[in-house]
């Protein structure tokens, strides 16, 4: 009888032993997904704003060079052309950029939405199983 006890015992304990190993193996998944989640972010994060130093660079000189481009106006030859081809250069590059950076703004998934998800999964594996 003192056997059966034993066992029956070593049985409980293996199963709630596996049970702490789910877990545990659930809690580490979940942190791996909330980590990965937090390091798309600020990749996000720094590209959007490197798209907006750029912008606003290339807006910066393009608007400079459209004020130059006024001064010499007045003057002859060819330096209109040049100036002008430069101007529109940044110009349009700063727009550009800045309409890219506002299009991954807009477009921007959800903080964790990958966490969420997984978590909504397990969620609903659990009431299933009950």
């Excluded at 193996?25 to 942190?31: E, G």
């Amino acid at each position: 009888m003192s056997e059966k006890t034993v066992e029956a015992s070593k049985g409980l304990l293996d199963s709630l032993a596996a049970f702490a190993a789910t877990l545990t193996a659930i809690a580490r998944t979940r942190l791996d997904l909330l980590s990965s989640d937090l390091e798309e972010e600020r990749d996000h994060f720094l590209s959007l704003l490197l798209l907006a130093l750029v912008a606003l660079f290339c807006l910066g000189v393009g608007f400079l060079l459209g004020t130059l481009l006024l001064v010499a106006a007045f003057w002859d030859s060819y330096r209109l052309l040049s100036i002008g081809v430069l101007c529109g250069l940044f110009l349009v590059g700063g727009m550009a950029a800045s309409s890219v950076a506002l299009h991954k703004m807009r477009t921007k998934p959800r903080l964790f939405s990958a966490s969420m998800a997984e978590l909504q999964k397990d969620r609903q594996q659990l009431t299933t199983r009950s």
